[in-house]
């Protein structure tokens, strides 16, 4: 009964239960409570145990570091930047035919003008990391250090913050190096609803309360493995100039696709008693398909297309799908090892220190030529990347345009056994085949055409955020690829995260975290 309880809160992001939520009779929560609390004999463990406010249930450690993390941001907001008004507005002045929309002008007005946190909230597609990088510009001259979760979308935030004289690291090895500098003034942090409670607290332990915060993040995404709601609740304990949430979606202009995701981050399930809006949209806009099989059939791919699988394995797991659709491409394949390569791949750059400042993991590409000269190997790629100039001796700029760079990268004395060793070498291959990727890699790609494969096998692994995850990253064109039943069970495991309930019992709990 206890481990269900830490695996709602975790799974559904809340804090507070009903003792009815845990399916089991009252009497038996009761004893299996206070049977676990007794348990726990030491002091320093005393944070596990399970209490109760007004019939509710809560892990007290959760609970406890919710507040703390709420108290610290709601202390930051208190006083705002020196000057910032006056910067803010002359950056404004000179780049206002630059900042697409009034949301995100109102957003770096009022910005840090009374605090020194402020929160970007929006779905996929609204801007949310263009806003940061105009406050990036903003704080151009200060000490600053950008974080997030992966090293993957540590890559991709710098790809997109224009400022070389940033830091940029993961979370973790933040978390794990030693005192922050003292010269440290501004911390961006991308992707936070993927940041734990665990993990914000102790980012939070490191800075001086000066240190000016920016926050970034989509709280329908996939969410943090550990439990995390911080991001989500935030801005129900903050003053109205301390965050925006951005709705103008400039990823799509396709109508039908925007009704479609802000249908599943509606999250409204019913229309009627009988018809599900979800369900119901997907099949006027022709986005499904019970014929799987027809994902395999390359001709209806275009240039930017991507299938994305929730299984490595299996006859629709996504190891399978990139070597069917690349049997497809009828150009010549070249072995190195157990993986096989032809020009005309699609392809998704790792993580290679050797490569730092050039490729970043995650960086999409297209295979143009391969050469093979005794045990070096040469790739001639069109990478969706501008790179003007290489500090590399074994990468060549061959062209680049404000789009993409055509580079040719060669492969020292290529020894098959390093293909998946992830230390800097000059003889690993640094990309991998991506016709098919799974959804959790995808998180911050877009394609402009998304084939989503959900089998019977793989149903289960499908969340809410995982699913809404998948359907944003399609630009213009998407089709799910599912049967009926699977469909209906998927979508009917769909559940709202409101976070009222939450934000009602801290409040009453905690009566000094409301905001006035």
């Known amino acids: 009964m206890i481990k269900k309880l830490n695996n709602l809160s975790r799974d559904e992001g809340r804090l507070f239960f009903k003792k009815e939520d845990l399916g089991c009779k009252l009497d038996y929560v009761d004893s299996s409570i206070e049977s676990f609390n007794n348990s726990i004999y030491k002091p320093k463990h005393e944070n596990r145990k399970i209490k109760e406010f007004k019939g509710k249930l809560y892990i007290k450690e959760e609970v406890d570091d919710t507040k703390e993390i709420i108290e610290s941001l709601q202390k930051r907001s208190q006083i705002g930047v020196d000057n910032y008004q006056k910067e803010a507005n002359e950056w404004l002045n000179k780049n206002i035919n630059e900042v697409k929309g009034e949301e995100k002008i109102s957003a770096i007005k009022k910005g840090f003008s009374n605090s020194h946190i402020f929160m970007i909230y929006g779905s996929a597609g609204v801007g949310k990391t263009t806003l940061m990088n105009m406050f990036a510009e903003i704080f151009k001259d200060e000490s600053a250090l950008c974080l997030s979760v992966t090293n993957s979308s540590v890559q991709n935030l710098r790809s997109k913050i224009s400022n070389d004289n940033f830091d940029f690291m993961t979370i973790e090895s933040f978390i794990n190096s030693g005192p922050t500098n003292p010269s440290l003034s501004l911390i961006l942090i991308d992707e936070c609803s993927m940041v734990s409670n665990k993990d914000m607290a102790s980012i939070l332990s490191k800075l001086t309360d000066d240190t000016i915060i920016l926050m970034s993040g989509d709280t329908y995404q996939i969410e943090s493995i550990e439990f995390g709601n911080w991001f989500k609740l935030g801005q129900n304990f903050l003053k109205d100039d301390c965050y925006v949430n951005l709705t103008e979606n400039y990823r799509t202009s396709n109508c ?261």
Request: hydrophobic share 35%; with cysteine.
């Open 256 to 516: 039908y696709l925007s009704n479609l995701w802000n249908t599943v981050r509606a999250a409204n399930a019913n229309m009627g008693s009988k018809e599900n809006l979800i369900e119901a949209m997907l099949a006027r806009y022709n986005f499904t398909s019970a014929d799987v099989e027809s994902i395999l059939n390359k001709t209806s791919f275009n240039d930017d297309e991507i299938a994305l699988c929730l299984n490595y394995d299996g006859l629709y797991g996504l190891n399978n799908i990139n070597l069917l659709l690349q049997a497809q491409n009828n150009n010549r394949s070249y072995k190195f090892g157990d993986y096989i390569f032809k020009p005309n791949d699609p392809i998704l750059f790792k993580a290679n220190s050797y490569y730092k400042g050039m490729f970043y993991n995650n960086l999409k590409g297209k295979i143009i030529k391969i050469e093979q000269e005794e045990n070096d190997i040469y790739f001639t790629i069109s990478v969706d990347s501008k790179i003007e100039y290489s500090s590399n001796e074994n990468v060549e700029i061959l062209d680049f345009n404000d789009d993409y760079s055509i580079v040719k990268i060669k492969i020292e004395n290529y020894q098959e056994k390093h293909y998946d060793d992830d230390s800097s070498s000059t003889t690993l291959i640094p990309f991998q085949l991506a016709y098919a990727i799974s959804i959790h890699k995808a998180q911050g790609l877009e394609y402009d055409s998304v084939k989503i494969v959900i089998t019977e096998e793989s149903e289960e692994n499908i969340s809410y955020n995982i699913f809404y995850t998948a359907i944003t990253r399609a630009k213009n064109n998407l089709k799910i690829y599912w049967d009926p039943e699977v469909q209906r069970r998927v979508i009917d495991r769909f559940k709202p995260k409101s976070p009222n309930d939450d934000v009602d019992t801290l409040i009453r709990l905690f009566p000094a975290l409301k905001v006035e």
